[in-house]
Structure formats: structure tokens, C-alpha cells
């Protein structure tokens, strides 16, 4: 056990303030370059494993045929290579507990495992009222960040689904294995319990062994200024972003309906008026397109989702397109785009947003295989095949 529950009175009445010491900076350069891992999948018709895709030593994907037994495979296992190095830990900002587990779990990965522990540097300020606590944790200079896509092996997740997306968007392309433990407020995407991190370490770490993990795909989102002549040509595309969950164009607070016109590959899908659109991955299908109104679909069918938000017409479904399409979004009143639930981009009337498949891929690491995996994480999240008259109970509190 963490022995969380002795944490508030940690930080909020330390008197140590006078021994409160930063994390010691690591030089990404003298760090080796990360270790490479597999993934096998496992067909229940070939009743044996095999290897489908390869992330090399330096970052790179392996191109691979998928054949016509592929929709019946059923999970996926990731082998590393070699023992990860290196360890990148992220959290749910603010968050004290959540930093108490990180220093836990780093002491432990470096004594037991000799393995590197990192955090980024904006966020190491928070670690400063442990004091000796994260003596094993390392934080690195801003200006190597771009060094990290080459030198993490694992990333560790400490906090809800909202971590992991902000995880994943630190990388544009290649993204290290995700191990997500659960301390939100909300967990598709976080199997795993902080009291077990010994055990699931252990596991994980282990070369012999393969953990199950979720392929999870990413979209990437240009905002382009519209000009036939100069489309898509040097300094036309205003911005580049990636997502794993969804992009959302909306109309901003005023009561005002959004005129949007969409095309796919170049045709004419839709063209109406309403509160804005969602687009999103099968991995956000759970997120803001399902309160739309979209399908749930598995996160490891291909395919892109296209939701409408409240369309003026009732004949504007929600659709399920071919994952290699091309979405392009315009809109005839500047509206506010959302990537991942991070405001603060704007696409313009003369401006598009395009919207496409990418070959970097997330792993999510997970306990179980993709399709146990994702019914069980939907019983538990959305309460499914639960009893009406359990659902009253369990919410009467009990003498």
C-alpha cells in the first residue's frame, strides 16, 4: 500500500519547508536511445501467436500486410526487446496524491529494476514539498524535450482518461507503451489499481512475458488556409495537432446556429446547420460523440466517427466512415475547436479543417484482451446489464 491517506496533512502542514529541494535535472543527451517491443496477436482460428507490427529501436514502425484473419483475432501482446531503461511519468495536475504515488513507484523502479524515472519539467514543482521522498525521480531541461519520443520506454500514467490523452499528445509520432493506473474521476482507459503497482510492474517489465495491449489510432488535424492555388502548399496549413479521443468544431456561446459544410475525399457529405460537429476515433466514441447521440464502436475497429451536435435537421445522423477517408470541415461563422478537450483554437470562414488517419498508433497497456477488455470497461463505466432496482439501492446510503 501507498499509505496515500497520510498525504494531506503532508503538504498542507509541513514544517520542513526549510529542506524543500527540487528535482535533480538529467541530461536527455548522455541517455541511451530507447528499447524496441513488439506486437503479437493472438487468432483463435490459427490458435498461435504472430507478429504484426515492430517498433524499432529508434522509433520506427515497421510496415506490416494485415490478412483477412485479422477480424478475428481477438488481442494483442506487447514484448519488449529489452528491458525498458527509461520511465516517463505523467499525472493529473494539481494533484497531490497522485505525486505521492509517483515517488512511491519511482523509488521502488529504481531499486528494484535499475530503471531511470522521469517527470516533465513544468510539472516538477510539484514534487518539491516530498522532500526525500523522490530522491529517485529526474526531471530534464525544456529545451530537450523534443529528445523524449527517443529515449522513453513506457509511460506511466497516474490519474483519469484525461491523463492519458494528454500523454499521447506529447508525442506527434512515434508514442511509447501507455501504462495507465487509475486515480480520476473516470477510467475507460485506466485498468489498473496504484495499491497493485508491484505486481503490475513486475509483469510488465518482464521480456518473457506479454501484457495485453489496445491499439489505439490517432487522427491528425490540419487547419488550412482555403486558396485553390496555394492549397496545401509551404505556409498554408495555420496548424497540425493529433488526437487520440475527438475534434470538435462548435459554435461559440452565442444562441447562434453553426452553418457547417463537410466533405469526404473531396465530396459533398453534409451540409447543415446546428451547435458544431464531432469527429472522432473509435477510442473517443465513449467521449463527447456518445452523449451526441454516435455509436460505441471498439477501439480496435478502423474506422472514423462523424457526429453531428444538435443538427437543425432531423435526416443529419451520425455516421461511421473508412478510417483512410479524408474529412475537410468548413464553417460560415468562426466557430471554436476542441482537440482532446483542450480549447483554444478557432477555424474561420476561408479556412478548412482537415481531418485524417495517422500511422502512429497509442498502446495502451490493459489486463485483459481487447474485446473482455472494452465490454467489462463499459459494464463498469456506463453501468450496463445492472439491475434498475441495484442502481436505486446502491445509491440509498445505509445506517
Same mark, same amino acid.
Given at each position: 500500500?501507498?499509505?496515500?491517506?497520510?498525504?494531506?496533512?503532508?503538504?498542507?502542514?509541513?514544517?520542513?519547508?526549510?529542506?524543500?529541494?527540487?528535482?535533480?535535472?538529467?541530461?536527455?543527451?548522455?541517455?541511451?536511445?530507447?528499447?524496441?517491443?513488439?506486437?503479437?496477436?493472438?487468432?483463435?482460428?490459427?490458435?498461435?501467436?504472430?507478429?504484426?507490427?515492430?517498433?524499432?529501436?529508434?522509433?520506427?514502425?515497421?510496415?506490416? $500486410?494485415?490478412?483477412?484473419?485479422?477480424?478475428?483475432?481477438?488481442?494483442?501482446?506487447?514484448?519488449?526487446?529489452?528491458?525498458?531503461?527509461?520511465?516517463?511519468?505523467?499525472?493529473?495536475?494539481?494533484?497531490?496524491?497522485?505525486?505521492?504515488?509517483?515517488?512511491?513507484?519511482?523509488?521502488?523502479?529504481?531499486?528494484? %529494476?535499475?530503471?531511470?524515472?522521469?517527470?516533465?519539467?513544468?510539472?516538477?514543482?510539484?514534487?518539491?514539498?516530498?522532500?526525500?521522498?523522490?530522491?529517485?525521480?529526474?526531471?530534464?531541461?525544456?529545451?530537450?524535450?523534443?529528445?523524449?519520443?527517443?529515449?522513453?520506454?513506457?509511460?506511466?500514467?497516474?490519474?483519469?482518461?484525461?491523463?492519458?490523452?494528454?500523454?499521447?499528445?506529447?508525442?506527434?509520432?512515434?508514442?511509447?507503451?501507455?501504462?495507465?493506473?487509475?486515480?480520476?474521476?473516470?477510467?475507460?482507459?485506466?485498468?489498473?489499481?496504484?495499491?497493485?503497482?508491484?505486481?503490475?510492474?513486475?509483469?510488465?517489465?518482464?521480456?518473457?512475458?506479454?501484457?495485453?495491449?489496445?491499439?489505439?489510432?490517432?487522427?491528425?488535424?490540419?487547419?488550412?488556409?482555403?486558396?485553390?492555388?496555394?492549397?496545401?502548399?509551404?505556409?498554408?496549413?495555420?496548424?497540425?495537432?493529433?488526437?487520440?479521443?475527438?475534434?470538435?468544431?462548435?459554435?461559440?456561446?452565442?444562441?447562434?446556429?453553426?452553418?457547417? %459544410?463537410?466533405?469526404?475525399?473531396?465530396?459533398?457529405?453534409?451540409?447543415?446547420?446546428?451547435?458544431?460537429?464531432?469527429?472522432?476515433?473509435?477510442?473517443?466514441?465513449?467521449?463527447?460523440?456518445?452523449?451526441?447521440?454516435?455509436?460505441?464502436?471498439?477501439?480496435?475497429?478502423?474506422?472514423?466517427?462523424?457526429?453531428?451536435?444538435?443538427?437543425?435537421?432531423?435526416?443529419?445522423?451520425?455516421?461511421?466512415?473508412?478510417?483512410?477517408?479524408?474529412?475537410?470541415?468548413?464553417?460560415?461563422?468562426?466557430?471554436?475547436?476542441?482537440?482532446?478537450?483542450?480549447?483554444?483554437?478557432?477555424?474561420?470562414?476561408?479556412?478548412?479543417?482537415?481531418?485524417?488517419?495517422?500511422?502512429?498508433?497509442?498502446?495502451?497497456?490493459?489486463?485483459?484482451?481487447?474485446?473482455?477488455?472494452?465490454?467489462?470497461?463499459?459494464?463498469?463505466?456506463?453501468?450496463?446489464?445492472?439491475? $434498475?432496482?441495484?442502481?436505486?439501492?446502491?445509491?440509498?446510503?445505509?445506517?
Amino acid at each position: 500500500m501507498l499509505g496515500l491517506k497520510r498525504l494531506p496533512s503532508l503538504l498542507k502542514f509541513s514544517t520542513f519547508a526549510s529542506q524543500r529541494r527540487f528535482l535533480k535535472t538529467v541530461s536527455l543527451t548522455c541517455m541511451p536511445r530507447n528499447v524496441g517491443f513488439k506486437i503479437q496477436e493472438v487468432s483463435p482460428s490459427l490458435g498461435k501467436d504472430k507478429t504484426v507490427a515492430e517498433d524499432g529501436a529508434h522509433g520506427d514502425f515497421s510496415s506490416s $500486410l494485415f490478412s483477412m484473419h485479422k477480424r478475428e483475432e481477438l488481442s494483442r501482446k506487447l514484448f519488449w526487446e529489452e528491458k525498458p531503461r527509461t520511465v516517463l511519468f505523467t499525472k493529473k495536475p494539481r494533484d497531490a496524491k497522485s505525486a505521492l504515488a509517483a515517488s512511491r513507484m519511482s523509488k521502488w523502479l529504481t531499486r528494484e %529494476h535499475g530503471i531511470k524515472c522521469l517527470v516533465k519539467p513544468e510539472m516538477a514543482g510539484e514534487f518539491d514539498e516530498l522532500g526525500h521522498e523522490c530522491d529517485d525521480l529526474y526531471t530534464y531541461s525544456p529545451e530537450e524535450a523534443s529528445l523524449i519520443p527517443t529515449t522513453v520506454d513506457l509511460v506511466v500514467t497516474l490519474g483519469g482518461d484525461g491523463t492519458i490523452l494528454h500523454s499521447a499528445g506529447l508525442f506527434t509520432e512515434r508514442v511509447p507503451p501507455l501504462l495507465p493506473f487509475a486515480m480520476g474521476t473516470l477510467g475507460f482507459l485506466t485498468p489498473f489499481s496504484v495499491k497493485d503497482f508491484k505486481e503490475t510492474f513486475s509483469n510488465c517489465l518482464d521480456i518473457s512475458k506479454g501484457m495485453h495491449a489496445t491499439k489505439r489510432r490517432r487522427l491528425e488535424c490540419l487547419i488550412i488556409e482555403k486558396d485553390e492555388e496555394r492549397e496545401l502548399q509551404r505556409g498554408s496549413v495555420l496548424d497540425r495537432f493529433l488526437i487520440m479521443n475527438d475534434v470538435v468544431v462548435r459554435r461559440f456561446t452565442r444562441p447562434i446556429v453553426l452553418p457547417i %459544410h463537410t466533405t469526404v475525399d473531396g465530396l459533398d457529405l453534409v451540409q447543415y446547420g446546428g451547435d458544431g460537429l464531432v469527429i472522432a476515433t473509435p477510442t473517443g466514441s465513449t467521449a463527447y460523440s456518445m452523449s451526441c447521440g454516435g455509436s460505441l464502436v471498439h477501439p480496435c475497429i478502423e474506422g472514423i466517427l462523424f457526429t453531428p451536435i444538435c443538427p437543425s435537421s432531423a435526416l443529419n445522423r451520425p455516421s461511421i466512415m473508412r478510417d483512410d477517408s479524408v474529412f475537410c470541415v468548413e464553417v460560415k461563422r468562426t466557430a471554436s475547436v476542441i482537440s482532446d478537450g483542450v480549447e483554444g483554437r478557432v477555424l474561420k470562414p476561408g479556412q478548412k479543417l482537415q481531418v485524417t488517419s495517422v500511422e502512429f498508433p497509442v498502446y495502451t497497456i490493459h489486463r485483459r484482451d481487447d474485446i473482455t477488455a472494452w465490454v467489462s470497461d463499459i459494464n463498469d463505466c456506463l453501468r450496463w446489464n445492472e439491475d $434498475l432496482n441495484e442502481r436505486r439501492s446502491g445509491d440509498i446510503p445505509t445506517a
